[in-house]
């Protein structure tokens, strides 16, 4: 009935019903495998250390992934004479445990424990270095419990001293109750308690054996050998049995938040509630999980036994699909009637109203307009009419049940109708803008055309807001009053080429453009920007505003929140949004007149190559994220490596020092960027997300190298900075040039004082000199 009211509003008859078109949300899936790095696809185990990287389990070695890329290390046991701090004493790793050192424990399948502590490695003494360790289980910062096929050990992690227990009894599983002092084991010998008082059995179910173990707090959950699932109560002793007759293969186990889940090749991953209930994880439906990690970033990664690394992601953005199309069909025009119904145009499908209750039905358009491919609409709520624009030109008219052509623009292409706030009708298209008179019938009796902008291939009009309106398209933006263009801003004034959006408020008009950025033109000056600026996109072909008065710029590369305006001396300030949240594709289709949307509500519809986006308010964060992470990932001095948590002091020759830097992105590892700057006080450097700095010459003394990350849409972090010393040598100080300058003059001055003393005084030369002259002219 509700349908029904909300179609009798514009007079659509209730038929042809596919279904009901609602928001997709759930949540987007990725994968990772050999072709972006993985080495092998197995993923066996995952944990987030502390600095924010993902450590990977596989039987192809140790992986450490940052988000983008990935960094194997691999075994060096093969390697005579190789160094073993570089890798794990095995590729085979199994499980993986963070301490509250920073130090990562390794289990492997068939060399015991390794750690890798400050970028090195090494081998433990369990087991002889060569068992099997299939699970890693910390009780607090001293004790860790390490279950493999020999049996279960318990490690005190400040000695590195293992103890074993259970022996060799056929160990399968363990788990650790989350709060307790104890561990669970079992294996086909039966179920065990080990805490600090020793070891006890625990009764199972008659004739079980074990498989899998979980913990969650207060139960334990347990496969059996025949693919029954058990719930256990410690506290009580209680068994209650959940599942029978479970698909063959099914894994049991807790994800990193505390969650513990199911999974099998049959029907995917599922998370178990305390009851038993099962809930499937949207978009895992296919993904038979080994290992499932959340990384406190929006993300749920999920390894598999064959099939790599997955990432699932909640999407914050929905997409609207028509029905009967597989999501095909792309998105063209949107409106909305008022009362939460929407129409929408897909492709040259013709036109959906979709109700407040999600249903849709189909408004054929080919019987009365000859054309499907709708350019634009508007309805009148005063009316209760829908205007349609068609592709070819013809206006058309849906009113009291009724759909009819209006008015046809002869030669026209793409018309888009559109109302003024003073009321007046205005039609656009390739061929300019006519002003429209419509009498009360919704009739047209007249359509004037603007001769300012006869030529003007129009893509948007808009109210200016001193007044009259602005016609924007290929030329420029024209504001016509009285059908006179009174203002126009051009190639010829800086403004490029296509225009495609506008906005004209208190501070000032802002024009998107297809290609060359957006656009301020305020008290006469212009200022454009563009990705060189922070832009995340050169195109704009949409601009809606919020409640909050943020611009959402809808791109060829998804959509761009504007946070701020005026846009500050360092650029913009963006929240961009794209696949990782939710849009598929990213690319806008900008072609028609009203291809984006806000209603009163605040929900916004976007036009995309297929369907529409839908972003309602509330649902999206679009504040400026924290950054991410940038981390030195290696540092060389002429091709040999440097250890970075303890750099050498650099020899006289010290030449071609090299920094290799990246970014810890989980979040949004498509953008991410960074920079660098090498000495305090000098000009940073912005990069792409990874990053070699060479410099063949290292300066004298004290170098200090900075690295900055940050997000397209948010702001630099905090440095990643290194030190390095090379001290002057004596010979090279200015101290010692000052000496030797002087020496040099004291030598010289010495020089000169021994030569006038071989000579004698020179005035007692002077008068024997003249003496001699006397007694010549007395003698003569």
Known sequence: MWLAWALAAVGLPAFALPGPLDPTYGNALRHYGDAEGLPQASVNAIVQSRDGFLWLGTFGGLV????????????????QGGDHG??????????????????????????????????????????????????LLPIDDRTLWAQGAQGIYRIDMRSLQAERFLGARALLASAHLPGEDTVYA????????????????VRLPDGRTVRHLAASPGLLWLITH???????????????????????????GTAGDG??????????????????????????????????????LGNTWVGTPTHGLWRLRPRDVAMLHAPGFGGRAPGRVVEDDGRGGLWLGFGCEGLWYRAPSGEVTRLPLEDAMQDACTASL?????????????????????????????????????????????????????????????????????????????DVNVARLADAHAGGVWVVGDRGVFRVRDDVVVEQWTASDGLPAFARAVHDGEDGLWVGTYGGGLVHIHRGRMRRYTTADGLSDDTVSCILTDRRGRFWMAGNAGLSVLLERPIGARGPRLRTIGAAEGLDPVEFNGVTFSACHIDAQGNKAFAMMRG?????????????????????????????????????????????????????GLADPERTRMRYRVGEGAEWVEADAGRSVLLPDVPWGELRFEAQARYFDGGWSEPVTLRFLRPIPWYRRDWIWLAASLAGLLCLLWATRERRGEDGDYDALIERARARLQDGRTLG
């Open 64 to 79: 450490r992934f940052d988000g983008r890329d990935f960094r194997v290390y691999g075994s060096v046991e093969h390697v």
């Open 86 to 135: 570089l890798g794990p004493a095995s590729n085979r790793i199994l499980s993986l445990h963070e301490d509250g050192q920073g130090r990562l424990w390794i289990g492997t399948q068939d060399a015991g424990i390794g750690l890798l502590e400050r970028g090195r490695f090494r081998h433990l003494q369990v087991c002889e270095e060569r068992c099997q360790i299939d699970r």
């Open 186 to 201: 079992g294996g086909d010998d039966g179920l065990w308690r080990l805490g600090p008082h020793g070891v006890e059995p």
């Open 226 to 252: 025949d693919r029954m699932l058990y719930r256990h109560r410690p506290a009580t002793g209680e068994w209650t049995r959940v599942r029978t007759a479970l698909p063959l293969d099914t894994r049991l």
């Open 259 to 296: 969650r513990v889940f199911l999974s099998d090749d049959v029907r995917g991953l599922r998370m178990l509630d305390d009851a038993g209930r099962e809930h499937p994880v949207p978009g895992a439906s296919t993904l038979h999980a080994a290992v499932v990690h959340p990384d406190g």
């Open 378 to 454: 508007f309805y009148d709520a005063a009316q209760a009419t829908l205007w349609i624009g068609s592709s070819t030109g013809g206006l058309g008219r849906l009113r009291d049940g009724r759909l009819e052509m209006a008015w046809q623009w002869p030669g026209a292409k793409m018309l888009g109708i559109w109302r003024s706030r003073d009321g007046t009708w205005w039609a656009g298209s390739s061929q300019g803008v006519r002003r429209l008179d419509i009498d009360a019938d919704g009739t047209v009796q007249a359509a004037h055309a603007i001769p300012g902008v006869a």
């Open 612 to 664: 529409f986006g839908w972003v309602e308010p509330g649902r999206l964060d679009v504040a400026a994220r924290h950054p991410p992470r940038p981390y030195v990932d290696r540092v060389t001095l002429s091709g040999r490596p440097l250890d970075p948590y303890a750099l050498p002091t650099l020899g006289v020759d010290a030449a071609n020092l090299e920094i290799v830097v990246g970014v810890i």
